[in-house]
């Protein structure tokens, strides 16, 4: 079964710094997506990665993705404080004949602090 | 118009209820999902319709009962629920069809079950 693995899980960061949030996975798969989760609320799509080598960019964050590795990694420029959130990576997998449905890592729980 | 919809935003029932959940597109999309997650964990799928064809996460209990009456359309009937069934509940649907397209969320709807 996929497993989908991001570390760390818990992230305390301090404003103006930068950090990576990793995301592994087990099997082949070309399309991985990031989301963003404000508490209380519903998947906020941040990322969509189509193929080996991507790379997106949306303000103080960018994804990536290297297929061959099976890793994906979400880098935060300068903190501010408004990036506080859970954020979740998820993969494609196939279920039951020809749907797909997505698995997500365990999500990561950032705190920007001033 | 790229948006799901869901109904109601908060749900507050009794073990004995009967209540629905409602869920609505107007993208075109022919997949249809619904999603649990629970607080502090990912999503997990419980069903997909896909061209209004049901697959089911066999995990899933027989007092959650999915409903499609159309394409557009994707119901959760509710039905002698546990307090452990409190939690989000998100609708998704995506393009469909052969191969994996992005899923697009929907707000969700709270459930707390007393």
């Known amino acids: 079964e996929l497993k989908v693995e991001q570390n760390p899980l818990f992230l305390s960061m301090q404003e103006g710094k930068n950090y990576t949030i990793y995301c592994n996975y087990s099997?082949?798969?070309?399309?991985l997506y990031w989301y963003r989760q404000d508490p209380g609320k519903s998947l906020e799509s941040l990322f969509v990665?189509?193929?080996?080598?991507a790379v997106k960019q949306e303000g103080r964050l960018m994804a990536s993705l290297d297929t061959k590795a099976r890793l994906s990694t979400l880098h935060i420029t300068a903190a501010v404080h408004d990036l506080s959130a859970t954020y979740f990576c998820?993969?494609?997998?196939?279920?039951?004949?020809?749907?797909?449905?997505?698995?997500f890592g365990k999500g990561t729980l950032l705190t920007v602090n001033p | 118009d790229t948006e799901v919809t869901q109904t109601p935003k908060h749900l507050v029932m009794g073990m004995t209820n009967k209540k629905s959940l409602k869920c609505e597109q107007h993208?075109?999309?022919?997949?249809m999902y619904w999603y649990k997650q629970k607080a502090k964990k990912p999503p997990e799928l419980m069903f997909v319709?896909?061209?209004?064809?049901?697959?089911i996460n066999e995990s899933v209990p027989s007092r959650f009962s999915p409903e499609c009456p159309n394409s557009s359309l994707l119901n959760l009937h509710l039905h002698a629920l546990q307090p452990e069934d409190s939690a989000l509940y998100l609708c998704?649907?995506?393009?469909?069809?052969?191969?994996?397209?992005?899923?697009?969320f929907g707000p969700g709807t709270r459930l707390t079950v007393t």
């Open positions: 993208m075109g999309h022919r997949a």
């Open positions: 099997t082949t798969s070309d399309r």
């Open positions: 998704a649907s995506s393009q469909g069809g052969t191969g994996a397209y992005e899923q697009y």
């Open positions: 998820a993969v494609d997998t196939r279920f039951r004949g020809s749907n797909y449905k997505l698995t």
């Open positions: 990665l189509l193929s080996n080598g």
């Open positions: 319709y896909s061209y209004e064809k049901l697959s």
